[in-house]
């Protein structure tokens, strides 16, 4: 089996995984109630100081996030997964071995997609390699192995360089249907992006495709900035109360 990953970065993969980690071991956001303690309301300009409960306290939520990852494998990927594109991925896979998260992982085809188990050994995982001709978001989504997993998963991130050519990602269309889709990449937002309608910069072409965009340079602040963002969405389950 051939390793295509033969520099991959242990440390690095471990900081994605603390990254996200640390985030998530935060307070969820849930419904709020009135209690003694905590961010004092206010109406206007009316502060509510004459009444012990007038503050408002997160409730716990209970469980794990349930998150399906949705990795690019075009071509173009191939350049970000030797510079922290898979020690980003593996970082997650060590985060869900611990029961810290439920994760599905899905990488897009050109013909249909592949999932990837979890239970992936290192060695295989080092012999992935980004290759197909287009991203294929949005059919990846919408396969039929797949389309479960997005109605029951909290957050959909997808994993990309930001090259997105194939022009079917519908961030508003997904968001009508209660999902959450995420796309995260190594970048810098004026660093150069080419999509259907030509070149523009990567974080207007985030912005466009989907729901929300992240990036960062370095994986593991990235992590920090995704898991940030996760607890601030409610789980699918308190969403639908």
Partial sequence: MHNNLPKFNHKLARAVSQGFSVVLEQAEPAPCEACSSGPRLNFGSVFTHQYSSAFLQFKPADGVRSILLVVDFSGSMAAMWTVGGAEFVWGLVMLARQGAINLKVFLTGQVAPAEMPVSISFRQFCSLWPFHSEEGFRRTLNHPEVAPHVDDSDIVLCWTDG????????????????????????GKPDMPSWTEHGNTTLDKAMRIHFHSGLMNMDAAKLATLVGTHIINIAPRELREQ
Avoid: F, S, Y
């Fill in 163 to 186: 090259q997105l050519t194939d022009g079917h990602v519908n961030a508003m269309e997904w968001r009508a249907k209660g999902v959450h889709l995420i796309g995260a990449c190594l």
